[in-house]
Nanobody, 124 residues
Framework: QVQLVESGGGLVQAGGSLRLSCAAS????????MGWFRQAPGKEREFVGG????????LYADSVKGRFNISRENTKDTVYLQMNSLKPEDTAVYYC?????????????????WGQGTQVTVSS
């Protein structure tokens, strides 16, 4: 069992930055791939990015590539999503999730555990 709790969401103007955190606990969480997803009203949940267990490999959706960065500090049981140059279309509830797979998948079904989500709103 892995428990995940996101924090750091809020309201920001377009062009601004936010850093989301995902506090993890539970059995062997640090060996898991971690992913960030988001879901806007009326839309399906979409992959934002992911990071492997060591932090040596990351994968990003094209829509956020070059603007968002994922990192993890296993010693602090935390995964981060640094979001820069935010746009109104980034507005969504952001979720972190963990996967016991060895590679980063972009499909939500490969992720076993999910946090409760944190709201990010970007005003124009």
């Amino acid at each position: 069992q892995v428990q995940l709790v996101e924090s750091g969401g809020g309201l920001v103007q377009a062009g601004g930055s936010l850093r989301l955190s995902c506090a993890a606990s539970g059995r062997a969480w640090s060996t898991y791939v971690m992913g960030w997803f988001r879901q806007a009203p009326g839309k399906e949940r979409e992959f934002v990015g992911g990071i492997n267990w060591s932090g040596s490999n990351t994968l990003y959706a094209d829509s956020v590539k070059g603007r968002f960065n994922i990192s993890r500090e296993n010693t602090k049981d935390t995964v981060y999503l640094q979001m820069n140059s935010l746009k109104p279309e980034d507005t969504a509830v952001y979720y972190c999730a963990s996967s016991s797979m060895r590679q980063i998948f972009t499909t939500a079904g490969f992720y076993n555990y999910w946090g409760q989500g944190t709201q990010v709103t970007v005003s124009s």
